[in-house]
């Protein structure tokens, strides 16, 4: 009997054990599982941080390239040591990596201006676009009746009456040329849907002014120019082969005959860049955006005149 009651604590104290094991085990893995999500969580913060310190630096060393180098007409050129960033900095949209970034310099003036907007280039981006005339004219007068101050409606237009009895959008125009921002357009009658996804990239908020076509897009270069896709895609493709084009040239490729007196037309950069900046390390990412004009200045060798991140 006793040896009966000894084996069966023996057998209880072996349960006893190996439940004790069990949980041990447990813990120990959690533990580590724990461990592996605080690193993880460690090492995700710090690439974080790392991005925003990198997108950080190279906006700010953008800014002092910009502030010392040279414009050209289709580039921004170095004169500094720093290797990073190549001796010619196309201002054309292209990407050019530094580092672990993507960084996009577009000359303002290779888009319109948003301040005050162009109704009549809209009409030729509508129409370069693939869009209707009618589309072109009821954006490009619609967005006339949103500037203007008054209440009279131009032909193909939208004033008070269509914002707020016609189809009840609760809103009127804002009567002032200085829209707020380039996503205000999706506002107004004729650019909601496809208009406005195919004007909004053409667009940068800064002071309106001549475009210059040797950092135009192949878009508004051909609303620019007034000519078709297949010839705006052959003038992009002899501009990059060495950076610029020549009015003599693209008289020759459309017929087209220029002079700078264009009201819309010149050969030379704004000097005012959007610049985009995508950095990526691991799994973090960190986006810069902004506007800065490097026109000479008494006090000031650039000002920022939009930033965000």
Same mark, same amino acid.
């Given at each position: 009997?006793?040896?009966?009651?000894?084996?069966?604590?023996?057998?209880? =104290?072996?349960?006893?054990?190996?439940?004790?094991?069990?949980?041990?085990?447990?813990?120990?893995?959690?533990?580590?599982?724990?461990?592996?999500?605080?690193?993880?969580?460690?090492?995700?913060?710090?690439?974080?941080?790392?991005?925003?310190?990198?997108?950080?630096?190279?906006?700010?060393?953008?800014?002092?390239?910009?502030?010392?180098?040279?414009?050209?007409?289709?580039?921004?050129?170095?004169?500094?040591?720093?290797?990073?960033?190549?001796?010619?900095?196309?201002?054309?949209?292209?990407?050019?990596?530094?580092?672990?970034?993507?960084?996009?310099?577009?000359?303002?003036?290779?888009?319109?201006?948003?301040?005050?907007?162009?109704?009549?280039?809209?009409?030729?981006?509508?129409?370069?676009?693939?869009?209707?005339?009618?589309?072109?004219?009821?954006?490009?007068?619609?967005?006339?009746?949103?500037?203007?101050?008054?209440?009279?409606?131009?032909?193909?237009?939208?004033?008070?009456?269509?914002?707020?009895?016609?189809?009840?959008?609760?809103?009127?125009?804002?009567?002032?040329?200085?829209?707020?921002?380039?996503?205000?357009?999706?506002?107004?009658?004729?650019?909601?849907?496809?208009?406005?996804?195919?004007?909004?990239?053409?667009?940068?908020?800064?002071?309106?002014?001549?475009?210059?076509?040797?950092?135009?897009?192949?878009?508004?270069?051909?609303?620019?120019?007034?000519?078709?896709?297949?010839?705006?895609?052959?003038?992009?493709?002899?501009?990059?082969?060495?950076?610029?084009?020549?009015?003599?040239?693209?008289?020759?490729?459309?017929?087209?005959?220029?002079?700078?007196?264009?009201?819309?037309?010149?050969?030379?950069?704004?000097?005012?860049?959007?610049?985009?900046?995508?950095?990526? =390390?691991?799994?973090?990412?960190?986006?810069?955006?902004?506007?800065?004009?490097?026109?000479?200045?008494?006090?000031?060798?650039?000002?920022?005149?939009?930033?965000?991140?």
């Amino acid at each position: 009997m006793k040896t009966a009651d000894r084996r069966h604590q023996q057998g209880s =104290i072996l349960i006893v054990v190996l439940i004790l094991m069990m949980v041990t085990v447990s813990l120990a893995l959690y533990a580590v599982s724990l461990s592996r999500d605080c690193v993880a969580t460690s090492r995700q913060l710090l690439d974080n941080l790392q991005c925003r310190l990198e997108s950080g630096s190279v906006i700010e060393k953008i800014k002092y390239l910009g502030a010392i180098g040279r414009f050209g007409p289709s580039y921004l050129e170095s004169v500094s040591v720093n290797k990073e960033f190549p001796l010619q900095m196309n201002i054309r949209g292209e990407p050019i990596t530094v580092g672990n970034s993507e960084v996009r310099l577009i000359d303002s003036g290779g888009r319109c201006g948003l301040w005050p907007p162009n109704p009549e280039m809209v009409k030729r981006m509508v129409l370069a676009g693939g869009g209707s005339p009618e589309e072109g004219a009821v954006a490009a007068d619609s967005l006339l009746d949103w500037v203007d101050a008054d209440d009279l409606k131009h032909l193909n237009g939208a004033e008070s009456f269509y914002y707020q009895s016609d189809h009840s959008l609760g809103y009127l125009p804002r009567n002032n040329p200085f829209i707020q921002m380039v996503g205000e357009l999706e506002l107004i009658r004729g650019f909601r849907g496809k208009v406005f996804e195919l004007v909004k990239g053409e667009i940068v908020e800064t002071v309106s002014g001549k475009i210059n076509y040797n950092t135009a897009d192949p878009l508004m270069l051909a609303a620019l120019l007034n000519i078709g896709a297949d010839r705006a895609a052959s003038l992009v493709k002899l501009r990059n082969s060495r950076g610029f084009i020549t009015e003599a040239e693209i008289l020759a490729q459309t017929g087209n005959n220029l002079t700078l007196v264009d009201e819309y037309i010149t050969s030379v950069p704004s000097m005012t860049l959007a610049v985009d900046i995508r950095t990526r =390390i691991g799994d973090a990412g960190d986006a810069v955006n902004a506007i800065i004009s490097f026109k000479p200045g008494r006090e000031k060798a650039f000002v920022v005149e939009k930033y965000s991140e």
